[in-house]
Structure formats: C-alpha cells, structure tokens
Nanobody, 122 residues
C-alpha cells in the first residue's frame, strides 16, 4: 500500500523558515513533487525532483528560496522553505509518480499525501 505522509507545516512569521517532510512508503523509483493550493486558487507545483536526482524544477515564485531534496534511502522527501512570504500561505501537498517522463502537472501525479497547512503571518 502506497502512503505519503507530510509533516512540518505550521505558523511562521514572514521571513522565517520551515522544512516540510514527506514520508513515502510502498513505492520505489518515483519522481516526487511538492504542490500547494491556496484558498480559491488551483493547485500548483512548487518543486519537483526526479528519482535519479538528475532533474529538478522550481516554480518561478520560489525565487531560490525553496529547496527540494530526498534522503539517502529515498524514503523521505523534503522541502526546505526560507524567506517565507505571506503569499506562501497554502496547503502543501507531497506527490509521487512512477510513469516515465519528468512532470510538474498535478494531474500527472497519481499518489498524494493529505496535505499540511503553512500559514505565514506579517
């Protein structure tokens, strides 16, 4: 059974940092992505990382503030978020896909976590 469990969300002041974690079980050889969805907005990709690590992608709004990574066992995916802004407030989702090709479109990911809320205050 495939499971993705996010943790690390919470309340943080603007300019602060958070690290999100996604524990992945029951899955190997997957590309991973972090997505977010703010109220009234569509879900969007924040960052993505291929299984091999050779491909990474970041949304333009990340502006080098976020870093996606994976632990050595490739069972946990991280999103380090620095210099957080009010506009980063959203529910953040971890997702995984095993089909070929590197993707950032949410519809191309077939395994999702439950989401973790990140709230950035002024």
């Amino acid at each position: 059974q495939v499971q993705l469990v996010e943790s690390g969300g919470g309340l943080v002041q603007a300019g602060g940092s958070l690290r999100l974690s996604c524990a992945v079980s029951g899955l190997r050889n997957y590309d991973a992505g972090w997505f977010r969805q703010a109220p009234g907005k569509e879900r969007e990709c924040v960052a993505a990382l291929s299984w091999s690590g050779s491909d990474t992608w970041y949304a333009a709004f990340v502006k080098r503030r976020f870093t996606i990574s994976r632990d050595g066992a490739k069972s946990t995916v991280y999103l380090q978020m620095n210099s957080l802004e009010n506009e980063d407030t959203a529910v953040y989702y971890c997702a995984a896909r095993t089909d070929s090709g590197f993707e950032i479109r949410p519809a191309r990911y077939n395994h999702w976590g439950q989401g973790t809320l990140v709230t950035v205050t002024s």
